[in-house]
């Protein structure tokens, strides 16, 4: 499960800063507590831009997928709510 850890968090390299911060900053703190689901479908999130991303998580555009925009609500946001970035 290292590798697949490590492929998560050179993803979570982004070019624009906001969501470069943020998803490596939750990584770092929360990957290893993320069950098989969760870090699967975290994979799945990285695969979307950034400026698709950054319009979800600060603009509330939907993503048009309801799991990831649930996994994003419950942890992303939850994680800048409570002051990690």
Same mark, same amino acid.
């Given at each position: 499960? !290292? ?13 624009m800063r906001e ?5 490596? +900053? ?5 990957? %290893? +507590? /993320? %069950?098989?689901?969760? /870090? !699967? ?20 555009? !939907?993503?048009?997928?309801? !799991?990831? +925009? ?16």
């Open positions: 499960m !290292s590798k697949e850890i490590n492929r998560i968090h050179w993803k979570c390299r982004r070019g969501i470069d911060l943020l998803l490596r +900053e939750f990584a770092r703190n929360q990957l %290893d +507590e /993320l %069950d098989p689901k969760h /870090l !699967s479908t975290f994979d799945q999130i990285l695969n979307y831009d950034d400026q698709k991303l950054y319009d979800f998580i600060f603009k509330n555009e !939907s993503l048009n997928d309801n !799991s990831h +925009e649930l996994f994003i609500n419950k942890y992303l946001k939850t994680f800048t709510k409570q002051g990690n970035f």
